[in-house]
């Protein structure tokens, strides 16, 4: 796990520009790039509690301000609470057969918090009806609520309102396009504003005072009780009532997680999607950068100088279950921001064409409506044009580097993975020619590689050495919709960063 | 070389493997896991009634720098119903009844432990300080906070064990 959440001393360079850990970034198998949680487009896929793992449908969670109905957390430490027996002796005690009665209450095993300190009766029952605390609050916050409500509703009349007027080709927001004015313009009945919308109730304000109550005069006087003064951390689980001291903690619902799926912003391919039972763990897709692109692990490095070349050791691991070839390229990081240009101008043209079309088809639908004098035809546009997302434009990479790699001339190969090599000694022989000066030794997948590096000359004792390089491996796309017969092979380019370490004192 | 001096009150029960060293007297119903090492350094020390000693756990009496030299040589009691979980510390030099010392926790020699404490599991406490009763500390950052009542585990815990 150390390797997981330790020291992120390798990091990949996203095709967005972000350097992250290799466990940190997708694959997208269709467009063929690495992709990271910034670049990508994240939907909640289900809600589900962690304790009872129930799944709860969003509209529930919604209404039930994305909390677990049964579950409740200890509002000493945010710990689960935990429901105990505690047997009260039989009903009457002359009569040896009546049952023992048994109550419940609710313990922390962490911090030893019970309902009883803050004197919740015990219930009856185990899995406990909890007495819910009233929010003292709650006419005002509804009030409040209603009224926004009242607010959000006439201003999207409004908008709908204005965009008849304006008639032509603005796009609906809405995912559909047909909106219930639309609709009714569409099956020809007039549109008359609805109904129901008034306009807005104005609230009564909150009024600001100046007159604060006093201080009590013991403030200074009486000891400070630590004991019993709530935390910042267990005041703000409660921010409805957000209680001063421990007598007034109650237990609090337990938060919802969430599965999420993530989908490629290019392609619009999901490239994660959890199973949506909330005790699984397993994924119906999961594109990893792991599982694709090879892992590269800082191995070594000789003391570094200033000036001074050292002896730099990694080691490359195949994921896959294809061989391939891995070639390191200067980093150039020039190619990177040219790239990044050219974006933003295949974006402006994009933006120029997409306004040039948008005018052609203004023109052409012109006489149409003039005829049907109606806004369909910009419903219609916007249900062609559905973009789901806003696409990330790439980045430069922010990251200095001060260390020269000697770019080697060969490449080396990386047999596929094989689950078994590893519980099998004899097949430790390959019939692969290496380079020497480059691989120093490998085993199954894996391959240890050794260059050359000379941190930048004017480098201060101390100083952190970055180098990089990029590698460019054959990856083998295998989705059968894309490959007919054979499987697929390109090269594929990732920019690969290193914190070396740093500077040592000379000899 | 000091000389072991061990008093067994019957009912007890002290494994052999337990490493016990000095001036030890151990209360009936006191049960000593093996590994368990307990070493009265400054002075004797007394365990009372129905405590309960797990594996790999230090009870050291060792006196503050500061308090050595001294004539008087200090007693170590610790008092009944006392549980010390599975590799905790405890070098308090008093100690009271129904305290729970969980897996890990450390307990410096300043500390002095009244009755029915909790230190939680990995809590480390040093500084000099009472301790008063029913206090648990628990959390990565030794949070402290009052209890209503004792805990009630210890007994069950010995009760399941026989």
Known sequence: ?507 | MQRNNIKVIPGALVCEESKLRGDITIGAGTIIHPNASIIAEAGPIIIGENCLIEEQVKIIHRLPFDQQNKDTTPVLIIGSHNVFEVDCTVEAPKIGNHNVFESKCFVGNKVTVSNGCIIGAGCKVTEEQILKENICIFGSNCQMRECIDKPAVSTRKQLLLI
């Open chain 1, 1 to 507: 796990m150390s390797y997981i959440t330790g020291p992120e001393i390798v990091k990949y360079a996203c095709t967005c520009g972000l350097l992250k850990p290799l466990p940190e970034l997708y694959f997208c198998r269709h467009c063929s790039q690495i992709r990271c949680s910034f670049c990508l487009c994240h939907a909640v896929d289900s809600f589900f509690c962690g304790k009872c793992s129930e799944n709860i449908p969003s509209a529930e969670a919604r209404h039930k301000k994305n909390r677990c109905a049964n579950c409740v957390i200890c509002p000493s430490c945010q710990q689960e609470l935990s429901t105990r027996v505690a047997s009260k002796g039989p009903i009457n005690p002359d009569d040896a057969k009546s049952a023992v009665k048994k109550s419940y209450y609710l313990s922390c095993h962490f911090c030893h918090w019970t309902s009883r300190d803050v004197g919740i009766p015990d219930q009856p029952s185990a899995t406990g009806c909890w007495p819910e605390r009233e929010n003292v609050h709650i006419n005002r916050l509804q009030e409040v609520l209603d009224v926004y409500q009242d607010i959000m509703l006439s201003q999207q009349q409004q908008k709908e309102n204005s965009k008849k007027k304006r008639g032509k080709f603005v796009s609906y927001t809405d995912r559909t396009g047909v909106t219930a004015s639309a609709l009714r313009r569409r099956i020809g009945i007039p549109d008359i504003p609805h109904a129901k919308i008034k306009k807005p109730k104005p609230l009564d304000p909150a009024i600001a005072k100046s007159e604060v109550e006093e201080l009590p005069e013991d403030i200074f006087t009486e000891p400070l009780k630590l004991m019993e003064i709530t935390t910042i951390d267990q005041r703000l689980m409660q921010p409805e009532s957000q209680p001063l001291t421990v007598d007034k903690l109650f237990p609090i619902h337990k938060q919802l997680t969430i599965k999420r799926s993530l989908r490629c912003r290019t392609c619009e391919h999901n490239v994660c999607k959890p199973e949506y039972n909330p005790t699984s763990v397993k994924f119906k897709i999961q594109l990893f950068a792991y599982y694709y692109i090879p892992e590269i692990r800082f191995v070594t490095v000789e003391p570094l100088r200033a000036g001074q070349t050292s002896e730099l050791i990694i080691k490359f691991t195949n994921p896959t279950q294809h061989q391939t070839t891995i070639t390191i390229f200067d980093l150039d990081l020039e190619e990177q921001e040219k790239y990044v240009e050219e974006q933003k101008l295949f974006d402006i043209i994009d933006n120029f064409e997409q306004a040039m079309s948008l005018e052609e088809k203004q023109q052409l639908s012109l006489p149409s409506l003039v005829m049907s004098s109606g806004s369909q035809p910009s419903s219609m546009y916007s249900l062609q044009s559905r973009q789901p997302s806003v696409i990330v434009k790439p980045r430069k990479i922010n990251q200095a580097v001060n260390c020269n790699v000697a770019i080697p001339e060969s490449t080396f190969i990386l047999p596929p993975r094989d689950d078994a090599a590893e519980y099998d000694d004899s097949s430790d022989v390959h019939n692969i020619e290496d380079d020497p000066k480059l691989v120093k030794w490998r085993k199954s997948n894996k391959a240890f590689i050794k260059l050359a590096v000379t941190p930048a000359a004017d480098l201060k004792i101390d100083d952190e050495v970055v180098c990089g390089f990029t590698m460019q491996h054959i990856y083998t796309n295998v989705i059968p919709a894309i490959v007919e017969n054979m499987p697929h092979k390109y090269d594929h380019k990732v920019r690969v960063f290193f914190r070396l370490g740093k500077i040592v004192g000379s000899e």
